[in-house]
């Protein structure tokens, strides 16, 4: 038996179990470990380098829009956490308090930090006097720690890794802009990068962020139904500007307060992109993303020749990340393994292809083969790839989009959430009684509301009163 | 008067007091800003895009020699803390505790990392199994706590980023190996990067990391003849391997433990550049480190042309990291700033350079002033450039050679010790009391026994006995 077919087996299959077979994924595509300290997790080197990727890429693009980078403390004191009513609220219950250093008791405790706003008002403070010093673009990247009662690889952890984006405007409407532009540099990164279609839309009241005047999301549909929130971007108005006193001194020598942003995306990411594209094989990554673009095995690789051939194939697609598995274990097992991980072509080079100038492409996620000359591999190989991006993109949106329902009164709406798995498209009055009363009987929330609208109907879904807006509806992550 | 103007007059002169000197170049040169949580600073864009670089650069150099990332837990439970008895009583003395999630008392009480080997063995002890499994060349980038009582920026601050690395091997020899392999990117790094020489050795048994069994150093001297430990490399033998039970079986079906190395270098190089370089109007900063290389500045720029003669001109050197600064101040300010923040070279241009086909290349390290023809710019700034990085590494290295002396016995030694900075070279016989006595005499401690051994004597500068090894001496941060 190769280790290659006891791999596949080990999987538990996704329409089975398919929170088990996201576990399955995680541990044995070797992304994670499990650590001994609870709800934190080892991001291992496969995993990570999918995230350095994701970092690398996303930073390019936040930079192009004039965001700088800098590192802020890590802890908050208590005192600091509690200047923003709203904001201490949403968080204090969920932090890690750090109460003695070394042998001594500290005079005030600290948090380590969930997100940092209160970190970024207390600075701008500081550095802002004049309209000449705005905007502030600032960004970090780094871990953060939440108290989470139950947690999951990449979804919902103890410590998990992002970015956090916090900009300070002389206006509300630059403010806004910049909040939308976020959103819509994370939706094109998601779409062009990780081949996820995301619905871009704003979070009702009881679902925004805690300080925050309005919350944009992008929403994602997984492979079994559910949404997955996948960034957010908060506009924060002047609420954190008057709670911290950042003003500045206008062009009319005027004191404003300043209005406020922030945005983040983080290792959640990893987990969309296995819940959106992988299979009962494993992972599958869109090329864009993946660590290593096409794995060369070699077939019958004793015989004298086949390795030479297969690394002067690897310097030939040097343009790509490409590796060699030249381990002594058999090509069946080389192929399961290199589909458990998710790399996005394998290309099987053995000596009858030598001998016809030829070499196999198999590409992951349709598992189409195709038989290529040597003299156009780079092509065919740049060709593959990009064809494989575009399908991926596709057949997410495809998925996302036969599995998006509208219901017009609530009896639609259970029928739909006990027989189907997906997302609802509903009209909603923006009254909380019905956004609750919607979830206790269905157990879906309100995902967003879309910037795209369509008027399904002039009734709210649940109290029949006046529609005000199309929400997206559906269980989540 | 211009704020340029101002701007310089705010520094300290660093001869007449070097510390302070430093405190304002970190904060002028907007480096940093303090933070309202005791020792830990704010790291601004200026800082973190070098810091930005070195990672860049040095995780590259990583990478070349097979080395992975990884991201491990921030917190280790108290226990798993206790497990290496060296370790833990370094350490332990020197961390943040956090006892509460939540409104919950924990029932174990955790740590902040102040370092990872422990979470890194735990997770070592599950993944290792089989001589297959190794080697195991792992690193992270984090930051990490330790509850220092006094605390100056980027060189001791209770939070700080670094860079960890963690490798496992099957033979003793294989991780002395990678020990010094590492030792070796760092000084290479340093020297080739960051125009600072080296000198690599190992430090006595006084001054090694709780828990190794050897530790290495790479040792810089300062422009006030202290020295900076600016990064080491531990070799830990079995010990740890031991402690947490790190065993594989090896190729004749014999179970044995794993030996182990560990290496950081923080954003205390940051603090190195900038003492080693810096001089009274501000930063130095050497080309291949300078989130920007070259400053153009408009003479007269309200003049029609001047300005679009300037953008032209960043356009033309896109392969280097150029900016122009066209805001409203004055150019003796614009030069101030320009030198403040140690930007390599500036370049001026105006109408009459203009009209003469020409530009004028100013050297930030020597001033030296060139006038360039401007159809020969993008050669001239190469050359400048790798010329000024090749000046400053000679320049710090005759300083370092030129401030090191010897001492043959204790009068020697105070004699240098009170009248000069600098390094002193000095023969010892390895006994532990005889550097303590020498740090309580003379306030120098052992910096190390350098790998280029001399015969100075045969006998210990301090007890006259038979000498051992060749020592760096000196004060240091």
Redesign the interface.
């Known amino acids: 038996m190769s280790k290659g077919k006891k791999l596949v087996e080990e999987i538990t299959s996704m329409d089975e179990d398919f929170a088990q077979w996201y576990t399955d994924v995680v541990k044995k595509a070797e992304l994670i ?1 499990y ?3 609870r709800g ?6 496969y995993g ?2 999918i ?2 990727n994701i970092q690398k890429q996303m930073d390019a693009d936040f930079k192009a829009t004039g965001v ?10 208590e005192s ?1 956490l509690q200047k923003e009513k709203d904001h201490v609220e949403g968080f ?12 001594e008791k500290l005079q005030e ?2 948090c ?1 930090r969930p997100t940092s706003e209160t ?1 970024f008002c ?2 701008y403070s ?2 802002i006097h004049s309209y000449r010093d705005l905007p502030k673009l ?1 960004n970090q990247w ?2 953060v ?1 939440r ?1 989470e009662k139950s947690t999951r690889p990449f979804l919902r952890s103890m ?1 998990f ?1 992002w970015q956090e984006g916090h900009t300070a405007h002389a206006t509300a409407e630059e403010a806004e802009e910049r909040t939308i532009q976020m959103l819509d540099v994370y939706a094109d990164f998601c779409e062009r990068v990780l081949a996820i279609p995301m619905i871009k839309g704003q979070k009702s009241e009881k679902e925004k962020f805690a300080g925050a005047s309005s919350t944009y999301t992008i929403e994602a549909m997984m492979h079994d139904g559910k949404a997955l929130q996948s960034g957010t971007s908060h506009n924060f108005g002047d609420g954190f500007a008057k709670a911290f006193d950042i003003q500045y001194t206008d062009k009319n020598n005027k004191l404003q307060y300043v209005h406020q942003t922030s945005w983040g995306v983080s290792t959640r990411l990893v987990g969309a992109i296995i819940m959106v594209h992988g299979d009962n094989s494993g992972l599958v990554l869109p090329p864009r993303i993946a660590p290593i673009q096409a794995m060369i095995i070699p077939i019958n690789q004793k015989k004298e020749g086949v390795l030479d051939k297969a690394y002067e194939l690897k310097d030939r697609l040097s343009s790509f990340k490409v590796k060699v598995d030249d381990t002594d274990k058999s090509p069946g097992w080389k192929f399961s393994e290199q589909e458990m991980r998710g790399i996005p072509i394998r290309i099987e080079i053995g000596p009858r292809d030598i001998e016809n100038n030829q070499a196999v492409i198999v590409r992951r996620d349709t598992r189409e083969k195709l038989l290529v000359s040597m003299d156009e591999i780079e092509t065919k190989v740049s060709e593959v790839l990009d064809k494989m991006q575009a399908d991926m993109l596709e057949r997410a949106r495809s998925h996302r989009d036969s599995h998006t329902y509208i219901a017009k009164d609530m009896d639609e709406f259970e029928d739909i959430i006990k027989n189907k798995t997906g997302f609802i498209k509903a009209m909603w009055c923006k009254d909380e009684a019905c956004e609750m009363e919607i979830k206790e009987r269905t157990g879906a929330t309100s995902r967003c509301m879309p910037f795209e609208q369509e008027q399904i109907d002039d009734k709210c879904v649940c109290c029949k009163k006046p529609a005000q807006d199309m929400v997206y509806w559906g269980k989540a992550y």
Chains 1, 2 share one sequence.
């Open positions: 470990e650590s001994s300290i934190c997790m080892i991001i291992r080197p990570y380098a995230w350095e700088e980078n800098v590192y802020m403390p890590m802890f908050i004191p600091l204090a219950p969920e932090v890690a308090w750090v109460t003695h250093g070394g042998n405790r600290m380590v970190l207390d600075f500081n550095i600032y780094c871990s720690v108290w410590e890794l």
